[in-house]
T-cell receptor, first 115, second 111 residues
Framework: GAGVSQSPSNKVTEKGKDVELRCDPI?????LYWYRQSLGQGLEFLIY????????KSGLPSDRFSAERTGGSVSTLTIQRTQQEDSAVYLC?????????????FGQGTRLTVV | KQEVTQIPAALSVPEGENLVLNCSFT??????LQWFRQDPGKGLTSLLL?????REQTSGRLNASLDKSSGRSTLYIAASQPGDSATYLC??????????FGQGTELSVKP
């Protein structure tokens, strides 16, 4: 695709429900990142996928959060039993295999509101 | 653990001023450094990427420098305009490909 695509753009969910956020990276990009941005805050690293390597999950805040990447392309971030503090914008980025020389490209984000 | 700090957190200047945004990082063993812009309610737009072997990059009125040994980068904006108002984010790539962000500098350029 032309850019990184995230869906939905907005999601309102009730506390305790599970949500899935989707990221379609740029075609051919092997690295994929998820970040969380709370209101007025910087970007908090969540998880990083690089090719077939085991993902770096060091930023996931709790075991309610998980992510997978199927076929080395689309990624889904799942939040189980959502809490109000999970409300934030979730941003996805991708970069090529030699991405450190070309940089990261971001999607527009999914704004999650837990009520 | 890599930490990225941006100073100032917020900056307000009159139109036409030249300005400098600062970024520092604790682990100098970075691969590259990238500056982004974020408009309210929007995603991130890449401004400049400085590779580890480079000292600076320029794009239009923007110039970014990198001094790995001292753990510093600056983003220079010449002749600022109201349209430059946004949050500017600095991010460093570590050797494993992980991208770590600073908290950003919120810039307001007054007409």
């Amino acid at each position: 695709g032309a850019g990184v695509s995230q869906s939905p753009s907005n999601k309102v969910t009730e506390k305790g429900k599970d949500v899935e956020l989707r990221c379609d990276p740029i075609s051919g990009h092997t690295a994929l990142y998820w970040y969380r941005q709370s209101l007025g805050q910087g970007l908090e690293f969540l998880i990083y996928f690089q090719g077939n390597s085991a993902p770096d999950k060091s930023g996931l805040p709790s075991d309610r959060f998980s992510a997978e990447r199927t076929g080395g392309s689309v990624s889904t971030l799942t939040i189980q039993r959502t809490q109000q503090e999970d409300s934030a914008v979730y941003l996805c980025a991708s970069s090529p295999l030699t991405g450190v020389d070309l940089g990261a490209f971001f999607g527009q984000g999914t704004r999650l509101t837990v009520v | 653990k890599q930490e990225v700090t941006q100073i100032p957190a917020a900056l307000s200047v009159p139109e036409g001023e030249n300005l400098v945004l600062n970024c520092s990082f604790t682990d100098s063993a970075i691969y590259n450094l990238q500056w982004f812009r974020q408009d309210p309610g929007k995603g991130l737009t890449s401004l400049l990427l400085i590779q580890s072997s480079q000292r600076e990059q320029t794009s239009g009125r923007l110039n970014a420098s990198l001094d790995k040994s001292s753990g510093r980068s600056t983003l220079y904006i010449a002749a600022s305009q109201p349209g430059d108002s946004a949050t500017y984010l600095c991010a460093v790539w570590n050797q494993g490909g992980k991208l770590i962000f600073g908290q950003g500098t919120e810039l307001s350029v007054k007409p």
